[in-house]
């Protein structure tokens, strides 16, 4: 799931400068229900999202779509404090 930096401001441009890795961070779902990866780049710390292909390992997206509930932000204590 993880992929390189590459692209500057177009997909496909192939004009970044930076090559770092870029880390699969979350999961987003456009409106008509297609997964799309986030990405944020180790080197730069900037963001890109990346539709997914029809080969990637679902369980592998489903373990990062789940990701900020197996490890929230907060502590979960603070739930019944609101």
């Given at each position: 799931m993880?992929?390189?930096h590459v692209d500057?401001?177009?997909p496909g441009d192939r004009d970044a400068d930076c090559g770092s890795q870029m880390e699969p961070i979350g999961i987003t779902v456009r409106g008509g229900g297609e997964w799309v990866l986030v990405?944020?780049?180790?080197g730069c710390d900037e963001v890109h999202l990346n539709r997914t292909a029809g080969d990637d390992n679902?369980?592998?997206?489903l373990r990062i779509a789940v990701l900020p509930l197996a490890q929230?932000?907060?502590p979960l204590e603070w739930i019944g404090q609101l």
């Open positions: 993880w992929s390189r500057d401001d177009t990405h944020r780049c180790t679902p369980l592998m997206l929230p932000p907060f």
